[in-house]
């Protein structure tokens, strides 16, 4: 029972740090773009188009689907802990 509850508390301060540095990874991209914008100041794209078109880019990138690794390697490393304590 005490395993479990260690699963279920864990899971949930993955997901308070997940959420957490998505919004701040999201925030930092959106104030590059917007500094982007400020230095070039492309022809016929409006500041906001230009920070939604970036975003959606972003989305689709690598970068966002890095931060999944907030789950898997905390769970790697207790369960590899697990093993070699349970091994011996």
């Known amino acids: ?15 308070v ?3 957490c540095l998505w919004f701040y990874s999201r925030s930092v ?3 590059k773009l917007e500094d982007q914008w400020d230095a070039e ?3 016929g794209i409006s ?3 230009f920070v939604k078109q970036g975003m959606e880019a972003y989305h689709s990138s690598l970068r966002p689907k890095l931060l999944l690794l ?3 390697v905390p ?11 349970n091994a011996n």
């Open 70 to 72: 907030v789950y898997v």
């Open 17 to 19: 740090v997940y959420v």
């Open 41 to 43: 100041r492309p022809d």
């Open 75 to 85: 769970t790697l490393v207790v369960g590899t802990i697990l093993f070699i304590i």
């Open 1 to 15: 029972m005490v395993f479990v509850r260690f699963l279920i508390f864990g899971f949930i301060a993955m997901t």
């Open 29 to 31: 991209r959106r104030e």
């Open 47 to 49: 500041r906001d188009d």
